[in-house]
């Protein structure tokens, strides 16, 4: 019903940049949340950055003051713009949404595929 199509990841040297893209698609009511997650080999899963349809934003601590997150209501999209980039920063990074699929079903996650970013030099 719902799917959530990542892009934008790759190699990039430290320091360097990357933005990546997320977009919802299919049969939803609302979307009340959309965000980024990240996992590295052997570690959890762990937060990222998200951004309310309020427009009111949540960063892990690592990476405040680094990225960036913004969305597009109307679109049903959200970006992470990703600057300084380190070293530990490599992952497979998640798009994930908080959706209600009917007015009166209540909100559950849905997951993209997930897109690597590596930074190495």
């Known amino acids: 019903q719902v799917q959530l199509v990542e892009s934008g990841g790759g190699l990039v040297q430290p320091g360097g940049s990357l933005r990546l893209s997320c977009a919802a698609s299919?049969?939803?009511?609302?979307?009340?949340?959309m965000g980024w997650y990240r996992q590295a080999p052997g570690k959890q899963r762990e937060l990222v950055a998200t951004?309310?349809?309020?427009?009111?934003?949540n960063y892990g601590d690592s990476v405040k003051g680094r990225f960036t997150i913004s969305g597009d209501n109307a679109k049903n999209t959200v970006s992470l713009q990703m600057n300084s980039l380190r070293p530990e920063d490599t992952a497979v990074y998640y798009c994930?949404?908080?959706?209600?699929?009917?007015?009166?079903?209540?909100?559950?996650?849905?997951w993209g595929q997930g897109t690597q970013v590596t930074v190495s030099s």
């Open positions: 951004i309310t349809s309020g427009g009111s934003t």
């Open positions: 299919g049969s939803f009511f609302s979307i009340n949340a």
């Open positions: 994930n949404a908080d959706v209600e699929i009917y007015p009166w079903s209540g909100q559950r996650p849905y």
